[in-house]
């Protein structure tokens, strides 16, 4: 069992920044794959950003690409969300989640472990 909890979400004026970080506990955390999806209200669940479990291969979606990055430290058991020049379109729920396999995913489904979430609002 793998147990994730988020932090850093909060309201921030567009164009403003803020880190998301999920911590993690219960397995080896290097041999799971991470990623970030998002949920805004009446929206299905988006996927953000993966990368695997030795921190290569990191990827954000086309359309935060130029302005997320997800990275990892496997001394801490923590992976983050760094985003850049918010817009009020990312406004959601911000979510963990975790696989343990060597394959990246993008499909909520291919991931069986989830954290609680964290509230991003945007505000123009």
């Known amino acids: 069992q793998v147990q994730l909890v988020e932090s850093g979400g909060g309201s921030v004026q567009a164009g403003g920044s803020l880190r998301l970080s999920c911590a993690a506990s219960?397995?080896?955390?290097?041999?799971?794959?991470m990623a970030w999806f998002r949920q805004a209200p009446g929206k299905d669940r988006e996927f953000v950003a993966h990368i695997s479990g030795s921190g290569a291969n990191p990827y954000c979606t086309d359309s935060v690409k130029d302005r997320f990055t997800i990275s990892r430290d496997n001394a801490k058991d923590t992976v983050y969300l760094q985003m850049n020049s918010l817009t009020p379109e990312d406004t959601a729920v911000y979510y963990c989640?975790?696989?343990?396999?060597?394959?990246?995913?993008?499909?909520?489904?291919?991931?069986?472990?989830w954290g609680q979430g964290t509230q991003v609002t945007v505000s123009s």
């Open positions: 989640a975790s696989r343990p396999s060597l394959i990246l995913s993008t499909l909520p489904q291919q991931y069986p472990y």
């Open positions: 219960g397995r080896t955390f290097s041999s799971y794959a």
